[in-house]
């Protein structure tokens, strides 16, 4: 009796921690800091301990690049690049539902509003869209705008190309 209870402890432990781990609903972007809690920098395994094993990889990108979605085969989520094991770009995928950054901007606000909140950013034209970037502290936040509406956000590494 008493090893089939310990037995049911370490199951419902199990079952508990893996459920933790997930892509959060709505995501948040920390301007220079994190993306749905994703750090640059942070090792592969604290990823995968924070979001899950449950991640499809990139077939044609230029480094390890994990995509993870709501559903196997969903346009939206969070994209993870990777270069020796340790996170140097993590962004949104398409346009999650109620993903939102600082200053109270939530994803489909205007590109006037992005400007109006955070102040002028620096844009850089990508093929088809346009980031919006600002950079300190070694970290680059891209604010990806399409069809003058915010679509995504993304941290990178200073001076990176945010263009994906």
């Not at 995968?48 to 939206?76: D, I, K, V």
């Not at 509003?113 to 970037?133: D, F, K, Q, S, T």
Request: a positive charge; proline letters at 6%; charged letters at 15%.
């Amino acid at each position: 009796m008493r090893r089939a209870l310990v037995c049911a402890t370490v199951l419902a432990l199990a079952v508990a921690a893996s459920a933790a781990a997930a892509l959060p609903r709505p995501g948040a972007l920390v301007a220079g800091t994190s993306l749905a809690g994703v750090r640059l920098g942070e090792p592969a395994a604290q990823v995968r301990a924070a979001l899950g094993e449950s991640y499809g990889l990139c077939n044609n990108c230029a480094r390890p690049t994990w995509y993870f979605t709501y559903r196997p085969f969903a346009q939206q989520g969070l994209g993870v690049e990777l270069t020796g094991g340790r996170v140097s770009a993590v962004y949104t995928l398409w346009q999650p539902t109620g993903w939102h950054g600082p200053k109270g901007l939530v994803l489909g606000a205007s590109e006037d509003a992005v400007n109006g909140r955070l102040g002028p950013l620096l844009p850089i034209a990508c093929a088809g869209y346009a980031a919006l970037v600002h950079d300190e502290a070694g970290v680059r936040t891209a604010y990806y705008v399409l069809n003058g509406r915010l679509w995504g956000f993304g941290l990178l590494r200073a001076q990176a190309n945010p263009c994906r």
